[in-house]
Protein backbone atom coordinates (compact mmCIF):
# COMPACT_ATOMS: atom_id res chain seq x y z
CA UNK A 1 0.00 0.00 0.00
CA UNK A 2 0.97 3.62 -0.60
CA UNK A 3 2.41 5.94 2.60
CA UNK A 4 3.11 9.52 2.74
CA UNK A 5 6.15 10.83 4.90
CA UNK A 6 6.71 14.08 6.18
CA UNK A 7 8.99 15.25 8.16
CA UNK A 8 10.30 17.04 10.35
CA UNK A 9 6.74 16.78 12.33
CA UNK A 10 7.24 20.54 14.18
CA UNK A 11 9.87 22.81 13.60
CA UNK A 12 11.15 26.28 15.60
CA UNK A 13 13.13 28.55 13.36
CA UNK A 14 14.34 32.09 13.74
CA UNK A 15 13.42 35.08 10.90
CA UNK A 16 15.98 34.36 8.24
CA UNK A 17 17.29 30.92 8.60
CA UNK A 18 17.08 28.83 5.66
CA UNK A 19 13.91 25.94 5.50
CA UNK A 20 13.93 22.11 4.29
CA UNK A 21 10.96 20.25 4.48
CA UNK A 22 11.38 16.93 3.13
CA UNK A 23 7.96 14.55 1.61
CA UNK A 24 8.47 11.02 0.56
CA UNK A 25 6.42 8.63 -1.00
CA UNK A 26 6.69 5.22 -0.94
CA UNK A 27 4.28 2.25 -2.89
CA UNK A 28 3.43 4.09 -6.18
CA UNK A 29 5.29 5.80 -9.15
CA UNK A 30 5.14 8.77 -10.69
CA UNK A 31 2.65 10.65 -8.58
CA UNK A 32 1.87 13.96 -8.89
CA UNK A 33 2.93 15.93 -5.39
CA UNK A 34 1.85 19.06 -3.92
CA UNK A 35 2.60 21.28 -1.37
CA UNK A 36 0.06 23.09 0.96
CA UNK A 37 0.28 25.86 3.35
CA UNK A 38 -2.98 26.36 5.91
CA UNK A 39 -3.01 28.98 9.14
CA UNK A 40 -4.53 28.23 12.08
CA UNK A 41 -8.38 27.59 11.24
CA UNK A 42 -7.34 28.56 7.84
CA UNK A 43 -8.19 26.81 4.73
CA UNK A 44 -5.37 25.48 2.29
CA UNK A 45 -3.17 27.31 -0.08
CA UNK A 46 -1.64 25.39 -2.46
CA UNK A 47 2.06 26.66 -2.79
CA UNK A 48 3.65 23.95 -5.89
CA UNK A 49 2.62 21.29 -7.48
CA UNK A 50 4.49 18.49 -9.81
CA UNK A 51 3.52 16.49 -12.27
CA UNK A 52 7.37 14.65 -12.90
CA UNK A 53 10.73 14.99 -11.62
CA UNK A 54 11.93 18.47 -12.27
CA UNK A 55 8.25 19.87 -13.57
CA UNK A 56 7.21 22.57 -10.96
CA UNK A 57 4.06 24.76 -10.90
CA UNK A 58 4.37 27.81 -8.46
CA UNK A 59 0.73 29.04 -7.25
CA UNK A 60 1.96 31.79 -5.00
CA UNK A 61 5.10 34.22 -5.60
CA UNK A 62 6.69 34.05 -2.12
CA UNK A 63 10.10 33.79 -0.90
CA UNK A 64 9.67 29.70 -1.28
CA UNK A 65 10.80 27.07 -3.20
CA UNK A 66 10.11 23.57 -4.50
CA UNK A 67 12.40 20.93 -6.05
CA UNK A 68 11.61 17.13 -7.15
CA UNK A 69 14.94 15.34 -7.37
CA UNK A 70 13.88 12.00 -7.46
CA UNK A 71 10.41 10.39 -8.99
CA UNK A 72 8.98 10.46 -5.20
CA UNK A 73 10.47 13.05 -3.39
CA UNK A 74 9.32 16.36 -2.89
CA UNK A 75 11.05 19.43 -0.49
CA UNK A 76 9.99 22.67 0.20
CA UNK A 77 12.51 25.44 0.41
CA UNK A 78 13.69 28.69 1.84
CA UNK A 79 16.41 30.70 1.77
CA UNK A 80 15.39 33.21 4.47
CA UNK A 81 12.35 32.77 6.41
CA UNK A 82 10.10 35.48 7.45
CA UNK A 83 7.69 35.92 10.44
CA UNK A 84 4.71 35.29 7.80
CA UNK A 85 5.95 31.76 6.71
CA UNK A 86 4.49 30.36 9.74
CA UNK A 87 1.90 28.12 9.40
CA UNK A 88 1.63 23.84 9.19
CA UNK A 89 2.53 22.53 5.41
CA UNK A 90 0.97 19.39 4.24
CA UNK A 91 2.13 17.54 1.27
CA UNK A 92 -0.16 15.40 -0.58
CA UNK A 93 0.21 12.84 -3.52
CA UNK A 94 -2.08 12.14 -6.02
CA UNK A 95 -2.32 9.11 -8.19
CA UNK A 96 -5.33 10.01 -10.77
CA UNK A 97 -7.50 12.59 -9.32
CA UNK A 98 -8.04 12.20 -5.44
CA UNK A 99 -5.02 13.73 -3.47
CA UNK A 100 -3.73 11.92 -0.29
CA UNK A 101 -2.06 14.31 2.46
CA UNK A 102 0.92 13.77 4.62
CA UNK A 103 0.91 14.15 8.30
CA UNK A 104 2.18 17.71 7.84
CA UNK A 105 4.82 19.59 9.19
CA UNK A 106 3.92 22.30 11.75
CA UNK A 107 6.64 25.77 10.78
CA UNK A 108 7.15 28.53 13.38
CA UNK A 109 8.91 31.16 12.74
CA UNK A 110 10.19 33.28 15.75
CA UNK B 1 -12.60 29.92 -13.52
CA UNK B 2 -13.88 27.20 -10.55
CA UNK B 3 -14.69 28.42 -7.07
CA UNK B 4 -15.83 26.22 -4.17
CA UNK B 5 -18.63 27.72 -1.33
CA UNK B 6 -18.77 26.38 2.09
CA UNK B 7 -21.41 28.62 3.33
CA UNK B 8 -21.61 27.41 7.02
CA UNK B 9 -18.44 28.66 8.05
CA UNK B 10 -19.62 26.44 11.70
CA UNK B 11 -22.37 24.43 12.90
CA UNK B 12 -22.65 21.82 15.89
CA UNK B 13 -25.14 18.84 16.60
CA UNK B 14 -26.01 16.47 19.15
CA UNK B 15 -24.41 12.89 18.97
CA UNK B 16 -26.11 10.47 16.76
CA UNK B 17 -28.02 13.37 15.03
CA UNK B 18 -27.92 13.19 11.29
CA UNK B 19 -26.26 16.53 10.21
CA UNK B 20 -26.00 17.99 6.57
CA UNK B 21 -22.96 20.09 5.18
CA UNK B 22 -23.81 22.43 2.14
CA UNK B 23 -21.33 23.31 -1.13
CA UNK B 24 -21.93 25.17 -3.89
CA UNK B 25 -19.41 25.09 -6.88
CA UNK B 26 -19.30 27.20 -9.87
CA UNK B 27 -17.84 25.76 -13.08
CA UNK B 28 -18.39 25.44 -17.08
CA UNK B 29 -17.03 21.83 -17.20
CA UNK B 30 -19.20 19.02 -17.82
CA UNK B 31 -17.00 16.26 -16.42
CA UNK B 32 -15.21 16.80 -13.09
CA UNK B 33 -14.57 15.02 -9.27
CA UNK B 34 -15.82 16.46 -5.95
CA UNK B 35 -14.50 15.27 -2.52
CA UNK B 36 -15.26 15.80 0.86
CA UNK B 37 -11.82 16.01 2.89
CA UNK B 38 -12.06 15.73 7.00
CA UNK B 39 -9.71 17.28 8.99
CA UNK B 40 -9.58 16.28 12.75
CA UNK B 41 -7.88 18.17 15.53
CA UNK B 42 -4.74 16.17 14.42
CA UNK B 43 -4.52 17.78 11.54
CA UNK B 44 -4.16 15.34 9.08
CA UNK B 45 -6.40 15.43 5.95
CA UNK B 46 -8.43 12.70 5.29
CA UNK B 47 -10.85 11.70 2.13
CA UNK B 48 -13.84 11.12 3.62
CA UNK B 49 -15.56 10.34 0.10
CA UNK B 50 -15.50 11.07 -3.71
CA UNK B 51 -18.26 11.88 -6.49
CA UNK B 52 -17.49 11.86 -9.96
CA UNK B 53 -19.93 14.04 -12.01
CA UNK B 54 -20.55 11.83 -14.86
CA UNK B 55 -22.08 9.28 -12.35
CA UNK B 56 -25.63 10.14 -11.15
CA UNK B 57 -25.46 7.78 -8.47
CA UNK B 58 -25.12 9.93 -4.84
CA UNK B 59 -21.56 8.33 -3.48
CA UNK B 60 -21.53 6.76 0.05
CA UNK B 61 -19.19 5.81 2.27
CA UNK B 62 -21.07 3.92 5.44
CA UNK B 63 -22.33 6.87 7.22
CA UNK B 64 -21.26 9.53 4.85
CA UNK B 65 -23.09 10.27 1.62
CA UNK B 66 -23.68 12.79 -0.56
CA UNK B 67 -26.37 14.70 -1.99
CA UNK B 68 -25.11 15.78 -6.17
CA UNK B 69 -27.14 17.88 -7.94
CA UNK B 70 -25.19 18.25 -10.85
CA UNK B 71 -27.36 21.34 -12.62
CA UNK B 72 -27.66 22.99 -9.66
CA UNK B 73 -23.94 22.92 -8.95
CA UNK B 74 -24.82 21.57 -5.46
CA UNK B 75 -22.65 18.84 -3.70
CA UNK B 76 -23.64 18.32 0.16
CA UNK B 77 -22.72 15.94 2.65
CA UNK B 78 -24.59 14.20 4.94
CA UNK B 79 -23.19 12.34 8.08
CA UNK B 80 -25.59 10.31 9.66
CA UNK B 81 -25.46 8.92 13.51
CA UNK B 82 -23.10 11.43 14.47
CA UNK B 83 -19.98 10.23 16.59
CA UNK B 84 -17.73 12.47 19.01
CA UNK B 85 -15.06 11.48 16.33
CA UNK B 86 -16.77 12.99 13.68
CA UNK B 87 -15.65 16.68 14.92
CA UNK B 88 -13.79 17.91 12.45
CA UNK B 89 -13.05 20.85 9.86
CA UNK B 90 -15.07 19.18 6.57
CA UNK B 91 -13.52 20.71 3.02
CA UNK B 92 -15.44 20.27 -0.17
CA UNK B 93 -13.60 20.11 -3.04
CA UNK B 94 -13.46 20.29 -6.73
CA UNK B 95 -11.46 18.91 -9.49
CA UNK B 96 -10.96 19.07 -13.82
CA UNK B 97 -11.05 15.54 -15.44
CA UNK B 98 -7.52 16.06 -15.75
CA UNK B 99 -4.61 14.53 -13.75
CA UNK B 100 -2.05 17.22 -13.90
CA UNK B 101 -4.93 20.02 -12.80
CA UNK B 102 -5.16 21.20 -9.02
CA UNK B 103 -7.42 20.57 -6.35
CA UNK B 104 -9.73 24.03 -5.67
CA UNK B 105 -10.69 23.86 -1.74
CA UNK B 106 -13.91 25.28 -0.09
CA UNK B 107 -12.45 27.38 2.84
CA UNK B 108 -14.11 24.93 5.17
CA UNK B 109 -16.87 24.04 7.95
CA UNK B 110 -16.30 23.44 11.41
CA UNK B 111 -18.55 20.62 12.30
CA UNK B 112 -18.72 19.60 16.15
CA UNK B 113 -20.24 16.99 17.55
CA UNK B 114 -21.64 17.30 21.16
CA UNK B 115 -22.18 14.92 23.25
Not at chain 1, 25 to 52: C, D, H, I, K, M
Not at chain 1, 62 to 90: H, M, T, V
Not at chain 2, 62 to 68: C, L
Not at chain 2, 75 to 81: A, E, M, R, V
Request: glycine residues 6%; hydrophobic residues 35%; charged residues 15%.
Amino acid sequence: SQTIHQWPATLVQPVGSPLSLECTVEGTSNPNLYWYRQAAGRGLQLLFYSVGIGQISSEVPQNLSASRPQDRQFILSSKKLLLSDSGFYLCAWSPSYEQYFGPGTRLTVT
Amino acid sequence: AQTVTQSQPEMSVQEAETVTLSCTYDTSESNYYLFWYKQPPSRQMILVIRQEAYKQQNATENRFSVNFQKAAKSFSLKISDSQLGDTAMYFCAFMKHNRDDKIIFGKGTRLHILP
